[in-house]
């Protein structure tokens, strides 16, 4: 399988500052990277599709402007999220397409605590 | 109702055990079932890709799909310690639509 790295795998912040976390596809060209988010105990949330060179597509209830998204090359998406609070702590996964949109490879997550 | 249901467990067998891993869902649209693989604090790993109805197998590994009564499984044949993880489903309508997952199952094999 594909291969994805995300750095950092885990931060912990205080209330009102910014995290940006990097997504890199380090074997693939990825048009398209995927942004989710998993609470404890719940299923992946997909939050956002990252295309290269354009802006991204949130789902819906997703803040745009407080989980911006740059998607600048084929190898690299990030995702900031903007003025932290302790409701935004989870476990945030990036992904990219392989053949087929719906076959995805995922990073293996950062861990976002907010204090 | 939720899109798509999964029994969260958690799930304790002997080491060598026959696993039986369940999802159902509601929307008949959906036509790919994936089953991924998360171990604790890792991002999920794709371990089965299907289409439509039918059976699929990779090692001890097999995926089973029934669109009619809108149910699939997840079977893991002689268990191993290293089974021990959260399964997810996941289920698209299309090969270029987004994916609905299960909130996941914890399965741990005990030696």
């Known amino acids: 399988g594909a291969v994805v790295s995300q750095h950092p795998s885990w931060v912990i912040c205080k209330s009102g500052t910014s995290v940006k976390i990097e997504c890199r596809s380090l074997d693939f060209q990825a048009t398209t990277m995927f942004w989710y988010r998993q609470f404890p105990k719940q299923s992946l949330m997909l939050m956002a599709t990252?295309?290269?060179?354009?802006?991204?597509?949130?789902e819906q209830g997703v803040e745009k402007d407080k989980f911006l998204i740059n998607h600048a090359s084929l190898t690299l998406s990030t995702l900031t999220v903007t003025s932290a609070h302790p409701e935004d702590s989870s476990f945030y996964i990036c992904?990219?397409?392989?053949?087929?949109?719906?076959?995805?490879?995922f990073g293996p997550g950062t861990r976002l605590t907010v204090l | 109702q939720k899109e798509v249901e999964q029994d969260p467990g958690p799930l304790s067998v002997p080491e060598g055990a026959i696993v039986s891993l369940n999802c159902t869902y509601s929307?008949?649209?959906?036509?790919?079932f994936m089953w991924y693989r998360q171990y604790s604090r890792k991002g999920p790993e794709l371990l089965m890709y299907?289409?439509?109805?039918g059976n699929k197998e990779d090692g001890r590994f097999t995926a089973q799909v029934d669109k009619s009564s809108k149910y699939i499984s997840l079977f893991i044949r002689d268990s191993q310690p290293s089974d021990s993880a959260t399964y997810l489903c996941a289920m698209s309508a299309g090969a270029n639509s987004k994916l609905t997952f299960g909130k996941g199952i914890t399965l741990s094999v005990r030696p």
């Open positions: 929307n008949s649209a959906f036509q790919y």
């Open positions: 299907t289409y439509s109805s």
């Open positions: 992904s990219h397409s392989g053949r087929a949109y719906n076959e995805q490879f």
């Open positions: 990252s295309n290269e060179g354009s802006k991204a597509t949130y």
